[in-house]
Nanobody, 123 residues
Framework: QVQLIESGGGLVQAGGSLRLACVAS????????TGWFRQVPGEEREFVAF????????DYADSVKDRFTISRDSARNTVYLQMSRLKPEDTAVYYC????????????????WGQGTQVTVSS
């Protein structure tokens, strides 16, 4: 049984930082590419960041480029999302997701999802 568990969300002031973590059981991140998505109530789930399983190549949404960094710790089977210079518009529930595709950014191409962690950025 595959489980992805996110942690690290919380309340932070604008300009601050948070680091989200996604721990997997039942799969290995070195064999599954991983994405971070976010969702605001009433809106569609939005791609945030991606890391490929084979070479660590990554991709980011334009809205977070140069502020967020995705990384992987294979020994801990954990993927991180370091978020810096946070803005109120970054407020959302953040989800990690895993896919067997080498490269994917659309939510429908991800096979496993975590339960989400709330990030709230106050102005």
């Amino acid at each position: 049984q595959v489980q992805l568990i996110e942690s690290g969300g919380g309340l932070v002031q604008a300009g601050g930082s948070l680091r989200l973590a996604c721990v997997a059981s039942g799969l290995t991140f070195s064999h599954y590419s991983t994405g971070w998505f976010r969702q605001v109530p009433g809106e569609e789930r939005e791609f945030v960041a991606f890391i490929a399983y084979n070479n660590g190549r990554n991709d980011y949404a334009d809205s977070v480029k140069d502020r967020f960094t995705i990384s992987r710790d294979s020994a801990r089977n954990t993927v991180y999302l370091q978020m810096s210079r946070l803005k109120p518009e970054d407020t959302a529930v953040y989800y990690c997701a895993a896919t067997s595709f080498l490269w994917a950014t659309a939510p429908e191409n991800f096979h496993y999802w975590g339960q989400g962690t709330q990030v709230t950025v106050s102005s």
